[in-house]
């Protein structure tokens, strides 16, 4: 990830009001998290897995404060039943942000499968969901994606690829 997304990214987070960030570590974002960690405006929470920080982050938004979190695409899978309870049977939205690992040009054989079942998986969960891939689409898609979660009170996803997280 270039210089130029992580300070779209931060920027936007803050734009949205989004100061408690909650995450798994991923190296799509991994010049990301030092960003954000050493930021006095954000408060950093890394957790162990992802259905643990979908959880954290319902209930940040719950208290009534911006939160999202990140995580890699594979993590998704990981946090479907606590989105599943938290969404449905609670109506507390997560707003999220996934790198996007097993996109069109995917490197690595392992990733391929986690990008043929994110996009079904979140049209499974009927969770809105904006795939990114070029920087100037970053800030738009953050402010769009956390306006969302807070008048649908339901989950959204920011999805970043492309010159994003190259």
Known sequence: MKEQAVNLIV???KEAQIKNI???PDSRFKELYPALASDPYFRYIPVTNEGEGVSITAGIMLGGKGAVMLMENSGFRVAIE???????????PVFMIMSFVG?????NWWGVNHGLNMVPLLEAMRIPFI??????EVKDAILRGKHHT???????????????TS
């Open 11 to 13: 920027e936007s987070l």
């Open 22 to 24: 909650v995450t798994v």
């Open 82 to 92: 606590a989105l599943s309870r938290l969404g449905y049977t609670h109506e507390i």
């Open 103 to 107: 996109d069109i040009g995917e490197r």
């Open 131 to 136: 795939i990114v891939r070029k920087n100037e």
């Open 150 to 164: 807070s008048v649908s009170k339901y989950h959204v996803a920011i999805v970043m690829a492309g010159e994003v």
